[in-house]
């Protein structure tokens, strides 16, 4: 079963207008971490946001947010006052304490295209 | 200057022939992965080293290997490479045990196989 599931394979988003993009996770371990990846087209990852399991508060990134509902196992990123540069793929990841036996590894979603329109 | 880097950034090469795809990182990390990402198919893991003593297998080891050469160095190795090899290869680091809460990527490779 997928750990991580990104439901929109494509989105788009009027510039300067606030966007959702979905990431559902699933894991049976108490203590883990969420992770906001950005991928523009020139191929590199960039580290946007990150959530941890037992964080009070949801994470906010300057103009990046994530909306983390525990009971649902939902940790969707909210862009704020979408630009032309945010047009990307964007890529939700969790890492568990204890996967396969070890710590720290990265669980990638599929990913979402994020196209800003003028 | 970049803190990950990997060589090469782009390799054209043949079925059969053997890559190594190198990474260096000057964050002073412990934790060293590789992965390779697909269309539609997100990242995944390949090897992951927590030291240099340390080397384990990930999600999709098969067809590959990997050498921790010093703290700063990883690499991988595709000994006889096919064509569904073909992908783009990142290298990540992250420090580890309480601040493990970033993992920082090479530029990546482009790797095309014939």
């Known amino acids: 079963a997928q750990k991580i599931t990104q439901t929109q394979p494509g989105m788009f988003v009027q510039e300067k207008e606030a966007v959702t993009l979905d990431c559902t996770y699933d894991t049976s371990d108490p203590s883990y971490g969420l992770f906001w990846y950005k991928q523009p087209s020139s191929g590199e990852m960039i580290f946007l946001i990150y959530?941890?399991?037992?964080?009070?508060q949801n994470a906010t990134e300057g103009r990046y947010s994530l909306n983390f509902q525990k009971a649902r196992k939902s940790a969707n990123l909210v862009i704020s006052a979408s630009q032309l540069g945010d047009s990307a793929m964007y890529f939700c990841?969790?890492?568990?304490?204890?996967?396969?036996?070890?710590?720290?590894?990265?669980?990638f979603g599929k990913g979402t295209k994020l196209s800003v329109k003028p | 200057d970049a803190d990950v880097t990997q060589t090469p950034r782009n390799r054209i090469t043949k079925t059969g022939k053997r890559i190594m795809l190198e990474c260096s990182q000057t964050k002073g990390h412990d934790r060293m992965y590789w992965y390779r990402q697909d269309p539609g198919l997100g990242l995944r893991l390949i090897y992951y080293s927590f030291d240099v003593k340390d080397i384990n297998k990930g999600e999709i080891s098969d067809g590959y290997s990997v050498s921790r050469q010093a703290q700063a160095k990883f690499s991988l190795s595709l000994e006889s490479a096919i064509p569904n090899q073909t992908a783009l290869y990142f290298c990540?680091?992250?420090?580890?045990?309480?601040?493990?809460?970033?993992?920082?990527f090479g530029p990546g490779t482009r790797l095309t196989v014939l």
């Open positions: 959530q941890g399991s037992y964080d009070q």
């Open positions: 990540a680091t992250s420090e580890g045990g309480s601040k493990d809460n970033e993992q920082f």
């Open positions: 990841a969790m890492r568990e304490v204890n996967y396969g036996g070890s710590q720290g590894n990265l669980i």
